[in-house]
């Protein structure tokens, strides 16, 4: 099979450039670097792709690495545990044996996972369930010899070395995956929380639903109360939802299609505005500098809505992808819309005989300089270049020349603004009830960005329904997720020098609720649509990161292959010709791991090099 390509498109720009720094990347060897006993380094030569299991593992000794959690199936054995928020009520998550409800136990992880399928979704007790109000399920402990049967370790025999971690997040996802069909109807009812959250119009009258447990009141404010919100106080139910429901006028919705809207709320006596969480468009006064953005309610009439009229193509046996900013990929100096893109660039691109384009800075990003990549508005699609309805022609039209699109989603971090972004939420609440953790853990000192607790509730449906939104309101055909690294380790790479040793990747050091988080998605993903295409950005060289999740995997498609990029740019900045190894371009090219596919790129964003002109940004 062909190895599959991507390319990157763009063009000019305006703006002061604040790229976002990536983790330090000391690319590991995927086959591993092997250390010869008694302490002497060898130095492997770069050699042909080989088995992952046919090589050596690292045996260098790290003594947190190997005080590894320790699942076993007897209360009495000392469990090893990273810091994790325990539920102010019972939950659903089984305590780790040794903790709390050990004993022996005979259920199997793989057939828990049939049976839960089998049985079908569980009815709700509450439409918006949390896990405050989970009971505990003794029908979920797995015992450590069913582990044994997942299919990764015949894979690769050196992950039967850390069999307790992969016990330990196999028995979270299924608890978490039950306890969603148990309370929420299932992980499809679960992530259509954008049906139920923020504002939504039924032939009864306009409902709107905000989750922010620390506010003491509030109310729906904007263009059409005359920012006035005393008439428009909002309830607040047991679970932290926030509810108005508001009839029509006249048979109209009272909240009119493109009007303004803000959430207003009291914490600590003083009222602060915020755009709504769940907002599908938000816009600037471009001519006022430093307006903030406003939430815009968006519910064109039928006649206005845009209607898809062409099939997802089929899924390549290998995507070639180019890569672009929709903003950046006019000829002229000003932002491009969508339509232009689509009329312009899109012909082009099929053409060039690519199959797959890659949208970057899809999502609502108020820095326009950040690429995307802090982005303030999950749900709303970014105003400098058109409308929602504009971005569904796009995708419409690249489905006509058959092309797939894919959306570079960021779930592993948010913009830490607070007037127009999901920090405005943050006013100091503990971790539960927040989108974020508390404290260092929920900011990112290297991006300036917020992390989110994805050991909530309400993250989890607002992250699984994100992803939903997009696939089914816009039809696109998969994601590239940026920052896998940061979301899979708690030190989220940072000043972190990979070497392949395995002890790096299954230790304390592993964020299980982002990987749970990350297994939920990409079940629900290919259950949604099992032709979509998920790419994960990754530069630790997790194992079984692209393995499906019923094998012990994350579940994701590809993996970017990360280092090929770098040589490239290496050798072409700093080699001259005679001087390039034909043996270190085979192996770079060649170096990923058996059985886990991976995306072969020569440049992307990351390698665009910068020069600022007079305030013009020139790739």
């Not at 990157?8 to 790229?19: E, H, K, N, W």
Request: proline share 6%.
């Amino acid at each position: 099979m062909a190895s599959p390509s991507l390319l990157s498109g763009g063009g000019g720009s305006r703006g002061r450039l604040r790229r976002r720094r990536k983790p330090k990347k000391i690319t590991p060897s995927l086959r591993g670097r092997e250390e010869v006993e008694g302490g002497k380094d060898a130095n492997p030569a770069p050699a042909p792709a080989i088995k992952l299991e046919e090589l050596p593992v690292l045996t260098r000794w790290d003594s947190l690495a190997a005080e590894m959690l320790c699942i076993t199936s007897s209360s009495s054995s000392p469990v090893p545990l990273q810091p994790t928020r325990r539920p102010r009520a019972p939950s659903d998550r089984a305590a780790p044996p040794g903790i709390a409800g050990g004993g022996n136990v005979r259920l199997s992880v793989l057939s828990v996972q049939r049976d839960v399928r089998r049985s079908g979704p569980a009815k709700a007790k509450s439409k918006f369930a949390t896990a405050a109000t989970v009971q505990e399920n003794k029908t979920m402990e797995a015992t450590k010899d069913d582990v044994n049967h997942l299919p990764i370790y015949k894979l690769d025999p050196k992950l039967e070395k850390f069999k307790d971690h992969f016990s330990y997040r196999m028995k979270r996802y299924l608890e978490q995956k039950s306890s969603i069909e148990k309370n929420e109807g299932g992980l499809e009812e679960f992530s259509k929380g954008y049906l139920k959250f923020g504002i939504n119009t039924n032939k009864d009258g306009t409902v709107y639903r905000e989750w922010a447990p620390a506010a003491q009141e509030a109310q729906l404010v904007g263009d059409f109360n005359d920012w006035n919100g005393a008439n428009h106080n909002m309830k607040k139910d047991k679970f932290g939802v926030w509810s108005i429901k508001i009839d029509h006028v006249k048979g109209e919705p009272a909240i009119p299609h493109n009007s303004r809207v803000k959430f207003r709320f009291k914490h600590g006596g003083v009222w602060v505005d915020r755009i709504p969480a769940w907002i599908r468009y938000a816009t600037v006064d471009a001519s006022k500098f430093g307006a903030p953005y406003d939430g815009v309610h968006w519910d064109p009439p039928a006649s206005e809505r845009y209607v898809f009229m062409y099939p997802r193509p089929p899924k390549p046996d290998a995507p070639r992808i180019y890569e672009a900013h929709v903003g950046m990929s006019g000829e002229e100096p000003a932002v491009s819309t969508y339509r232009e893109f689509a009329d312009n660039v899109l012909p082009r691109i099929r053409a060039n005989n690519y199959n797959t384009v890659q949208l970057m800075a899809v999502m609502e990003h108020s820095y326009y300089a950040s690429f995307g990549y802090h982005v303030t508005n999950f749900f709303a699609v970014s105003s400098r270049s058109g409308t929602p309805e504009d971005l569904k022609y796009l995708v419409d039209k690249a489905h006509s020349l058959g092309l797939r699109v894919l959306m570079d989603v960021v779930h592993s971090h948010a913009s830490n603004n607070v007037t127009d972004g999901l920090n405005g939420y943050d006013v100091g609440q503990n971790t539960h009830e927040s989108y974020f953790h508390t404290g260092d853990r929920g900011y990112h000192k290297l991006w300036d960005s917020r992390l989110f607790n994805y050991a909530n509730w309400e993250v989890l449906r607002f992250l699984l329904s994100n992803l939903r939104y997009w696939m089914h309101e816009f039809m696109f055909d998969g994601f590239r997720f940026d920052g896998v690294t940061s979301m899979l380790y708690h030190h989220h790479g940072i000043n972190v020098g990979f070497t392949g040793n395995y002890k790096e990747y299954f230790s304390l050091d592993t964020d299980v609720d982002a990987v749970v988080y990350m297994m939920l998605a990409n079940h629900l993903m290919h259950k949604i649509l099992p032709e979509a295409t998920v790419v994960a950005e990754d530069v630790s060289g997790m194992p079984v990161l692209c393995r499906p999740v019923d094998e012990g995997g994350v579940g994701f498609d590809y993996r970017l292959a990360m280092a090929i990029p770098d040589r490239w740019i290496d050798y072409l900045k700093n080699k001259d010709d005679s001087e390039w190894s034909m043996g270190e371009i085979a192996h770079t090219l060649t170096n990923r791991r058996y059985t886990e596919k991976c995306i072969a790129y020569a440049e992307s964003h990351d390698q665009v090099p910068c020069v600022i002109l007079e305030g013009n940004i020139v790739m």
